[in-house]
């Protein structure tokens, strides 16, 4: 089955640890996302990479960390800087379809909670 | 003023209403747009692309008015199964996505 894995689902972490998320695609997708999820808001994003080896800020970047060594993988770190870690942590890639719509397809999210 | 903004919710609606959702978005060089649901806990997904011309896919219908910089969405005939958060998104070049903060629906039996 083709599609985007997150792990782990849950994960608990003590404050002033860094964690890394897992984020692997083997839908042949280009581009990749990480967003941010608070109760009640809308998506928010960390970072992108269109291609391999390389990926952008963005929106709320300060305290994260990722990197694009494989087209199918799109690791991100939540360091220590990140004053408010606990949230919903969403991972997406993009198709680009026949009128250039770039469908978004995400992963099932991985719930960080940092005690 | 946000990038994208949403109806506020939450909807609360019997079954077998219409109703309406409408989103606004600032960038007027944006490219492309969705609706996107989202259920409680879990990851938003595609719902419908919107397309100049508006379109529908069953009960939904979608409409995008550039002029206005305006997306709308109807749902005809609710159904309980449809109460969710439904998210208006929207692509700004280079890749990049906006997300609208969402607008919640409850159908109520």
């Known amino acids: 089955d083709g599609g985007i894995t997150q792990s782990p689902k849950y994960l608990f972490r003590k404050e002033g640890q860094n964690v890394t998320l897992s984020c692997e695609q083997n839908?042949?997708?280009?581009?990749m996302y990480w967003y941010r999820q608070d109760p009640g808001q809308g998506l928010r994003l960390i970072y992108y990479?269109?291609?391999?080896?390389?990926?952008q800020k963005g929106d709320i970047a300060e305290g994260y960390s990722v990197s694009r060594e494989k087209k199918e993988s799109f690791p991100l770190t939540v360091t220590s800087a990140q004053k408010n870690p606990t949230a919903f942590y969403l991972c997406?890639?993009?198709?680009?379809?026949?009128?250039?719509?770039?469908?978004?397809?995400f992963g099932p999210g991985t719930r960080l909670t940092v005690l | 003023r946000k990038e994208v903004e949403q109806d506020p919710g939450p909807f609360n609606v019997p079954e077998g209403a219409t109703v309406a959702f409408n989103c606004t978005y600032s960038?007027?060089?944006?490219?492309?747009f969705f609706w996107y649901r989202q259920d409680c806990r879990k990851e938003p997904k595609l719902l419908m692309s919107?397309?100049?011309s508006g379109n529908e896919d069953g009960r939904f219908t979608a409409q995008l008015n550039r002029a206005s910089q305006y997306i709308s969405l109807l749902i005809r005939d609710s159904k309980l199964s449809d109460s969710a958060t439904y998210l208006c998104?929207?692509?700004?070049?280079?890749?990049?996505?906006?997300f609208g903060q969402g607008t919640e629906l409850s159908v109520k039996p």
């Open positions: 919107v397309y100049s």
């Open positions: 998104v929207v692509n700004v070049g280079g890749g990049k996505l906006i």
């Open positions: 839908l042949n997708h280009d581009a």
């Open positions: 960038n007027s060089a944006s490219q492309s």
């Open positions: 990479s269109q291609i391999v080896n390389d990926f």
């Open positions: 997406a890639s993009t198709e680009r379809g026949r009128r250039n719509t770039d469908t978004q397809y």
